[in-house]
T-cell receptor
Framework: NAGVMQNPRHLVRRRGQEARLRCSPM?????VYWYRQLPEEGLKFMVY????????ESGMPKERFSAEFPKEGPSILRIQQVVRGDSAAYFC????????????FGPGTRLTVL | GQNIDQPTEMTATEGAIVQINCTYQ??????LFWYQQHAGEAPTFLSY????GLEEKGRFSSFLSRSKGYSYLLLKELQMKDSASYLC???????????FGQGTTLQVKP
């Protein structure tokens, strides 16, 4: 039973490029959460999605960041026109339902912006 | 506002017991989680409390007092592999959003 999958594990981009991070939840999980961990800081919630719906995006920066979870395929976190401050580890977590279930984390994507 | 506090660093000896405290102030409390995170790796689920009291799982136990906004993680019979960061997280409201503390880096020494 595969866990949460994320790819790529490491991503290097130059300032101004786009970054696409992918997350496949655990089998049977339909809820996906994205978190960001800046160097020497704690995990910060970004967005919560269900299939084809954004439920809570209160942690997403207002510009350049977007997320989707289509009916088929992985969830995508997209960062346009990356800046050095976007360098961080981006973790995806999934859960079967919302109110009582544990979130299980993927291995993360480490984004480095040159 | 939402605030979760835990000590930044702790050191303990192999074979000993260590308690990592976490205090929180959040709205819409809906459960408290402890995760373990080794450097460069994903957080791994350790325990979950939603009611007051102690939850025991092998060498790990977690306690919650909702009236005091307080939790602790207790690790017994420490092993070198327990050296890691321990993250306290509160679930806020019904969307499942987790609010994390800064994490406590535990170093286990021989």
């Amino acid at each position: 039973n595969a866990g949460v999958m994320q790819n790529p594990r490491h991503l290097v981009r130059r300032r101004g490029q786009e970054a696409r991070l992918r997350c496949s939840p655990m089998k049977g999980h339909s809820h996906v959460y994205w978190y960001r961990q800046l160097p020497e800081e704690g995990l910060k919630f970004m967005v919560y999605l269900q299939k084809e719906n954004i439920i809570d995006e209160s942690g997403m920066p207002k510009e350049r960041f977007s997320a989707e979870f289509p009916k088929e395929g992985p969830s995508i976190l997209r960062i346009q026109q990356v800046v050095r401050g976007d360098s961080a580890a981006y973790f995806c977590a999934s859960s079967p339902t919302v109110s009582t279930d544990t979130q299980y984390f993927g291995p993360g994507t480490r984004l480095t912006v040159l | 506002g939402q605030n979760i506090d835990q000590p930044t660093e702790m050191t303990a000896t192999e074979g000993a017991i260590v308690q990592i405290n976490c205090t929180y102030q959040t709205s819409g409390f809906n459960g408290l989680f402890w995760y373990q995170q080794h450097a460069g790796e994903a957080p791994t689920f350790l325990s979950y409390n939603v009611l007051d009291g102690l939850e025991e799982k092998g060498r790990f136990s977690s306690f919650l007092s909702r009236s005091k906004g307080y939790s602790y993680l207790l690790l017994k019979e420490l092993q070198m592999k327990d050296s890691a960061s321990y993250l306290c997280a509160v679930r806020s409201g019904n969307t499942g959003k987790l609010i994390f503390g800064q994490g406590t880096t535990l170093q286990v020494k021989p």
